[in-house]
């Protein structure tokens, strides 16, 4: 369904996903190939990238069909190539980008021979807005959050070439946007901070109440350190047993310190960054089916 205004008032998600390394694998393909023989290496690259592209995006909106009806509340803006930007009702769109960059690393391993020898592995931004909030500011934050999950790739990969999929999450309840605020990155791997952990957090904190987890979000971003670090002593004597301890291990395997809830020392995410935005974010669009 990709007339919008057929979805609701519950919000939308803008998708926006990249290949990773792209031109330094073309370089490297062409190395030593001359002529036609350059121009076939590039022609069935290409392809081959794009067909694996299409692939990932039918493979992720399979998953939302119903007795095989598929009516998916989605508009494709970009697929082909290594890109991919979707606009989706807000509660389709993480399962829509993680199971795409799940597939995309199974699509260009199947068609690794043309890619270069290997499969290849892309960065994604996802950012959940309101129904009628300006799509190109969307598309704007969407992409930009693809890039510095990209950039932190890169990082992790201290000085090789990225080998996992990796996703920013943005929630936008305003006209405001803040792109620089300390964005968690999540893999597609079981390496590091993989999504699958921010499941695990989602879970954990159903057993907690949500207003104490938002309070000390609240308490964070202003910086009231003290008070946060007792906050966070109080839920946990109010989550004593089984309550708190899936919350310690649902933070620490996301890569945080559960004494803070920011990121654990050593991490490579941000410094004061924590998992428990996006967490809160993903609830609330799963509960509500969307924004807002």
Excluded at 84 to 106: D, H, K
Aim: charged share 25%; proline share 3%.
């Amino acid at each position: 369904i990709e007339d919008t205004d057929k979805w609701g008032e519950s919000g939308v998600a803008v998708v926006h996903a990249d290949g990773s390394g792209v031109g330094k694998r073309i370089v490297s393909l062409l190395d030593g190939a001359q002529g036609d023989e350059a121009a076939q290496r590039l022609k069935r690259f290409s392809k081959a990238l794009s067909d694996a592209t299409q692939a990932a995006t039918r493979h992720a909106l399979q998953q939302f069909s119903q007795d095989g009806e598929a009516t998916v509340a989605a508009r494709p803006i970009v697929v082909g190539g290594d890109d991919v930007t979707f606009v989706l009702e807000a509660s389709l769109g993480l399962p829509f980008i993680q199971s795409w960059l799940r597939a995309f690393e199974v699509e260009t391993h199947a068609r690794r021979d043309d890619l270069g020898g290997e499969k290849m592995v892309a960065g994604a931004g996802l950012v959940w807005v309101h129904a009628h909030y300006p799509f190109a500011r969307a598309l704007d934050l969407a992409e930009a959050a693809c890039g510095q999950a990209k950039k932190s790739a890169v990082a992790a990969a201290d000085g090789g070439a990225p080998t996992q999929c990796v996703l920013q999450l943005r929630r936008v309840t305003t006209a405001l946007a803040d792109e620089a605020d300390r964005p968690w990155t999540w893999s597609m791997s079981d390496e590091g901070t993989s999504v699958d952990s921010l499941n695990e957090l989602m879970s954990a904190c159903g057993g907690l109440p949500r207003g104490a987890l938002r309070t000390w979000l609240g308490l964070h971003d202003r910086g009231e350190d003290e008070r946060a670090r007792l906050h966070i002593e109080r839920v946990y004597e109010v989550a004593a047993g089984e309550a708190k301890a899936r919350l310690q291990r649902a933070l620490e395997l996301c890569g945080a310190d559960p004494a803070t809830w920011l990121a654990a020392e050593g991490s490579r995410q941000p410094r004061r960054a924590t998992p428990l935005r996006d967490a809160l974010a993903a609830m609330h669009i799963s509960s509500k089916g969307g924004m807002v």
